[in-house]
């Protein structure tokens, strides 16, 4: 081979060794960065299937936080903004319950059954309700009533409005927790025992 051929030959072998590498180094690149997206999106799925599974196993759990009837805690009688006018004893086996923010409605203080719906001279307009827990709850001198003997009510569900009816001196509730039907071979329970 002459001088001049040869230095072509050699010319055109570095080109082409060149063009081999970049192809080589490019190849090894696009391989990494596919099997590092691959890898990524394997670990993205797995974390999906993890959160699903997590997800699964609570879905009980978190459906029996919001029954109700097994809440063991009570809902208050009336708007939590309150003033105790007549504390528990005694000779006042009850709390008489006086709101401060002008909310007069009256609220079941467990799920139960309505089992009186009446009137006395002392106790005005009044409801007992025998709870499903076994206590029984009575509430005096509403102005109002909205349920009725017979009816079952969930707890904090709204029963009636408070009133002056009765032996009253002001719009109150005359509030009582009973161990029993109240006043009848019954015992009577400080309502602040179950708030
Ligand atoms: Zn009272």
């Not at 799925?45 to 936080?65: A, C, F, G, W």
């Not at 003033?83 to 007069?104: E, F, K, L, Q, R």
């Not at 569900?157 to 109240?182: C, D």
Request: proline share 3%; charged share 15%; aromatic share 12%.
């Amino acid at each position: 081979m002459k001088l001049q051929k040869r230095k072509k030959f050699i010319k055109g072998n570095l080109i082409c060794g060149i063009i081999l590498l970049l192809t080589g180094t490019i190849l090894e690149l696009y391989t990494g960065i596919t099997t590092i997206f691959q890898g990524n999106i394997k670990g993205i799925n797995l974390n999906l299937t993890e959160i699903n599974t997590s997800y699964n196993n609570k879905k009980d759990p978190l459906v029996k936080e919001v029954v109700y009837n097994d809440d063991p805690s009570w809902a208050f009688p009336t708007s939590t903004n309150y003033n105790i006018t007549s504390s528990y004893s005694n000779y006042h086996p009850a709390i008489d319950i006086v709101t401060t923010d002008g909310n007069t409605n009256v609220y079941a203080a467990n799920s139960g059954v309505i089992v009186t719906d009446s009137y006395k001279w002392d106790g005005g307009n009044y409801l007992v309700l025998q709870q499903d827990n076994g206590y029984y709850t009575l509430y005096c001198h509403l102005s109002s009533k909205t349920v009725t003997v017979g009816q079952r009510v969930e707890k904090g569900q709204i029963i009636g409005i408070m009133g002056r009816t009765g032996f009253a001196t002001g719009v109150h509730l005359h509030f009582s927790v009973w161990n029993g039907y109240p006043y009848e071979n019954s015992t009577h329970i400080n309502p602040f025992d179950f708030y």
